[in-house]
């Protein structure tokens, strides 16, 4: 009777005829062993795979939510500045006092029509 490690050596692995039913069966139940081992370190393999990217997607999305609320606040900010900026009694105050603006008076005021195409303009003005 061989032992077990004789059935490892090259010319017996070779010439399968030669195997008895239970070398047989003791290289079927390895090769089971060698695909179940090899489908699970696929699966942990996945799995770590998948965590590792979750880790990632979770650190992006907390420094995309931290750029979110600095842009949210900025944005705040900004809304206020151009709501003081915007303001007609400061532009008006601006203009009275830095630039010299006066209101006109109402006699000096005139409304004018203004006309896109020249058919449009009557004719008692176009003679003018």
Do not use: C, W
């Not at 090769?31 to 770590?48: E, M």
């Not at 992006?60 to 009694?89: C, F, H, W």
């Amino acid at each position: 009777m061989s032992s077990r490690t004789d059935i490892f050596k090259p010319e017996r692995i070779l010439n399968l005829e030669t195997l008895t039913h239970n070398q047989r069966t003791q290289i079927r139940f390895l090769v089971k062993y060698i695909r179940i081992l090899a489908a699970i370190a696929i699966v942990l393999f996945t799995i770590v795979f998948i965590k590792n990217y979750t880790l990632k997607v979770r650190f992006k999305k907390g420094q995309l939510e931290l750029k979110r609320d600095e842009l949210l606040e900025e944005n705040r900010k900004l809304m206020i500045k151009y709501s003081a900026v915007t303001d007609p009694v400061r532009i008006e105050k601006i203009a009275r006092e830095k630039l010299g603006m006066v209101l006109p008076d109402r006699k000096n005021i005139h409304l004018m029509q203004i006309y896109e195409d020249i058919s449009e303009v009557p004719e008692k003005l176009a003679k003018k």
